[in-house]
């Protein structure tokens, strides 16, 4: 006979007679009810974010540093991708929830796919004094002044990383407000990695360069700036350059993303504090340092990204930019930006926090 193994109702042990095993039962479900016994905690939210990893990711470290992920109810897996095209497909299949992924054609174009990702937030902008990418040019060519060397850019060869990216849409600006047009230059694509390289044996001009790289090549002598992209942007309004997307089904999940966003807007505050304010700098440069992998003295040296404390959205900025790849043939038609771009998340956020002082 095979034994019954399940553990027997208060009201069956022998020791107990209905009527007390009853009483028993109902004081029990009333001590829980009060919290007098623990109950199990509500398992945390998983959450992927995925990027080509870096110093623009400090809202993120900070964020699961001081802890508002946990706070927030999230464990934040974060994944490094050598590519903005696999960050997409990663997003656009649900292998990841988050991405931070520079202004491409392919990403305004989402929405004509039907793929219905979100920008969401700022992963890296640009605004006076806090921008983390520059041109550069090699020394023997400095003209006497930013203006004069960039006009003397014509007929010469400027390094990006790809033409199918906001690094061309910005240089092009540059060049053009100092009467320097598209047809005028030969724009060479190059791994950032690269570029230094080339600038010092003259296969390039010029360089369109972002953080680490940048300090490293301007303390070499190779090169000197011409042009801060902060400028693109103003004192009230970023110039957005890497946005924060959530994939289509992770906006859906009002909870997790709203509590996503909360987290990292905390985090964003804590670096602005830190490189605007001054406030607790050091620290925040050691935590920048841990999780990217680099020598702290990289990130001390090196210029500040922007990252807007109030995770705003320059809605205008990424017109200007679509307009642009529109009519560069990069693009067969604009995209409503209002399929693309969610502010909800980053507003609710912010109704909570307040705006940052």
């Not at 696999?86 to 929405?111: K, N, R, S, Y």
């Not at 796919?113 to 921008?131: A, F, H």
């Not at 011409?226 to 909870?255: C, M, Q, T």
Request: charged share 20%; net charge positive; proline share 5%.
């Amino acid at each position: 006979m095979l034994r019954d193994t399940r553990r027997p109702a208060l009201w069956d042990m022998p020791c107990l007679s209905r009527r007390t095993a009853c009483a028993m039962a109902g004081a029990f479900l009333s001590i829980s009810a009060l919290g007098l016994i623990p109950t199990r905690t509500e398992a945390a939210e998983t959450v992927r974010f995925g990027s080509v990893g870096g110093l623009t990711d400090a809202g993120v470290y900070l964020a699961e540093e001081m802890g508002f992920f946990k706070e927030a109810g999230l464990t934040v897996e974060r994944k490094r991708m050598d590519s903005a095209p696999a960050l997409v497909t990663a997003l656009a299949t649900d292998q990841l929830e988050v991405i931070g992924i520079g202004l491409t054609p392919g990403l305004f174009m989402a929405p004509q796919q039907k793929i219905n990702l979100k920008v969401v937030g700022d992963k890296q902008s640009s605004r006076p004094g806090y921008s983390a990418t520059r041109l550069v040019i090699r020394k023997p060519l400095w003209a006497g002044s930013k203006e004069k060397s960039i006009a003397s850019l014509k007929g010469k060869k400027i390094a990006i990383t790809s033409r199918a990216s906001s690094s061309f849409y910005n240089v092009a600006q540059v060049l053009a407000a100092n009467g320097v047009t598209i047809p005028d230059v030969t724009f060479t694509q190059l791994p950032y990695a690269s570029m230094a390289a080339a600038l010092s044996t003259g296969a390039v001009d010029a360089a369109y360069m972002i953080e680490p790289f940048l300090s490293k090549v301007l303390r070499s002598g190779v090169a000197a700036e011409v042009a801060d992209i902060g400028y693109l942007g103003d004192a009230k309004e970023s110039h957005l350059s890497v946005p924060l997307v959530y994939s289509e089904n992770f906006a859906k999940r009002k909870k997790e993303a709203g509590a996503f966003m909360l987290a990292y807007m905390k985090g964003v505050r804590v670096y602005n504090d830190a490189f605007v304010k001054g406030i607790n700098k050091e620290k925040v440069i050691d935590i920048m340092a841990k999780y990217a992998g680099v020598d702290r003295k990289v990130v001390a040296e090196s210029y500040p990204a922007g990252l807007d404390p109030d995770q705003d959205i320059n809605v205008k900025s990424l017109q200007e930019m679509q307009s642009f790849f529109v009519a560069q043939k990069m693009m067969p038609k604009p995209t409503d930006l209002s399929t693309l771009v969610d502010t909800s998340f980053a507003k609710a956020a912010l109704a909570k926090l307040g705006p940052y002082q």
